[in-house]
Every structure is written in structure tokens, then in C-alpha cells.
């Protein structure tokens, strides 16, 4: 059985940051790949960053350059550092896992394991 659980959301003004931290519990090997999609109201869930065993990183064009996913193995957390925030970024931000990535690392299905989810606000 695997659990995920995110911490670490809030509210924050434009330019502003923050880091969310995905605790995980349960067998590392099911949850080899790793990766953080968020959704909007209104809008479809979408990937943001995905991170493999190997620690190869893979980020969203809207997020590159501002946006630092890194997993602690150790600590069997991942983090997103989220830097100079846009009101765009005001989303539901989900941890997601996987042990074998079939597909694409944004899309949803991809996935086998989901936390509850962490609220993100941006305002202008």
C-alpha cells in the first residue's frame, strides 16, 4: 500500500515563493517515478514536473526556470520549489507515483498513486 501526502501549500503574492513536499509511505520500488500535476477550477489536471529513479527532471514549458522538483530518498519525500510565482499558478497541486512510467510523464493516466491534493493561491 502506498500513501502519498502533500504539505506545504498557502497563499503568496506574484513574485513570491513556496515549497511543497510530498511525504511517501510505502514500497519505493512502486514509486520509482515521481511527479506533481495541478489543476485549476475549470480546467484539466495537468503535469508540472516528474522526476525518475535515475533523477532525470522534466518540467512543463510554463513552469521551466521557476519552478525546482528534487526527491530526498532518504527522507522518502519530494519537494517543488516554486519561485517567482504568477496568479496563473493558482492551482490544486497533486504528488503523483508510479514504479514503471508507461506513457508520457504529463499525462494522468500514467500514474498509479495520487495524494489529496494541496491548495496553491497566487494573487496579483
Known amino acids: 500500500q502506498v500513501q502519498l501526502v502533500e504539505s506545504g501549500g498557502g497563499s503568496v503574492q506574484a513574485g513570491g515563493s513556496l515549497r511543497l513536499s510530498c511525504a511517501r509511505f510505502g514500497d519505493t520500488y512502486t514509486t520509482a517515478w515521481m511527479g506533481w500535476f495541478r489543476q485549476a477550477p475549470g480546467k484539466e489536471r495537468e503535469g508540472v514536473a516528474s522526476?525518475?529513479?535515475?533523477?532525470?527532471?522534466y518540467y512543463a514549458g510554463s513552469v521551466k526556470g521557476r519552478f525546482t522538483i528534487a526527491q530526498d530518498n532518504a527522507k522518502s519525500t519530494l519537494d517543488l520549489q516554486m519561485n517567482s510565482l504568477k496568479p496563473e499558478d493558482t492551482a490544486m497541486y497533486y504528488c503523483?507515483?508510479?514504479?514503471?512510467?508507461?506513457?508520457?510523464?504529463?499525462?494522468?493516466?500514467?500514474?498509479?498513486?495520487w495524494g489529496q491534493g494541496t491548495q496553491v493561491t497566487v494573487s496579483s
Open positions: 503523483a507515483a508510479t514504479g514503471f512510467l508507461g506513457g508520457t510523464w504529463y499525462d494522468t493516466s500514467s500514474y498509479d498513486y
Open positions: 522526476i525518475s529513479r535515475d533523477g532525470a527532471t
